[in-house]
C-alpha cells in the first residue's frame, strides 16, 4: 500500500500562488508516476500534472507556464508550484501515484486539499 497525504491548500487571490506538496509513504518503491489532478464542483476530476520517476513532465494546456511539479525522491514528495492563480482554478486538488507491478497498475489517490482563488 502507498499512503499519500497532501498539504498547501488555502485561499488566495487570483494572481496570487501556492505551493502543494503530497507526501508519500509505505510501499513506495516502484512507484512510476505521480501527478496531481483537480476536480471543481460539478466537473469531472482532470488531470493537472504528471511526473514520472525519470523526471519526465506532462501538464494540461489550462496550466502551462503557470503550473510546474516537481519531485524530491530523497523526500518522497512530489510538488506543484501554482502561480498567477485564476478563479476557475479553483477545486480540490489530488495526489496520485501509479505503481506498476509484473502486470499489474495499482493506483493511489490521496485525501485532496481545497484550493480557493478568489476573484
Known amino acids: 500500500q502507498v499512503q499519500l497525504v497532501e498539504s498547501g491548500g488555502g485561499l488566495v487571490q487570483a494572481g496570487g500562488s501556492l505551493r502543494l506538496s503530497c507526501s508519500a509513504s509505505?510501499?513506495?518503491?516502484?512507484?512510476?508516476?505521480m501527478a496531481w489532478y483537480r476536480q471543481a464542483p460539478g466537473k469531472q476530476r482532470e488531470l493537472v500534472a504528471s511526473?514520472?520517476?525519470?523526471?519526465?513532465?506532462n501538464y494540461a494546456d489550462s496550466v502551462k507556464g503557470r503550473f510546474t511539479i516537481s519531485r524530491d525522491n530523497a523526500k518522497n514528495t512530489v510538488y506543484l508550484q501554482m502561480n498567477s492563480l485564476k478563479f476557475e482554478d479553483t477545486a480540490v486538488y489530488f495526489c496520485?501515484?501509479?505503481?506498476?507491478?509484473?502486470?499489474?497498475?495499482?493506483?493511489?489517490w490521496g485525501q485532496g486539499t481545497q484550493v480557493t482563488v478568489s476573484s
Open positions: 496520485y501515484a501509479l505503481r506498476i507491478l509484473p502486470g499489474t497498475p495499482l493506483n493511489y
Open positions: 511526473i514520472s520517476s525519470g523526471g519526465g513532465t
Open positions: 509505505g510501499s513506495i518503491s516502484s512507484i512510476n508516476v
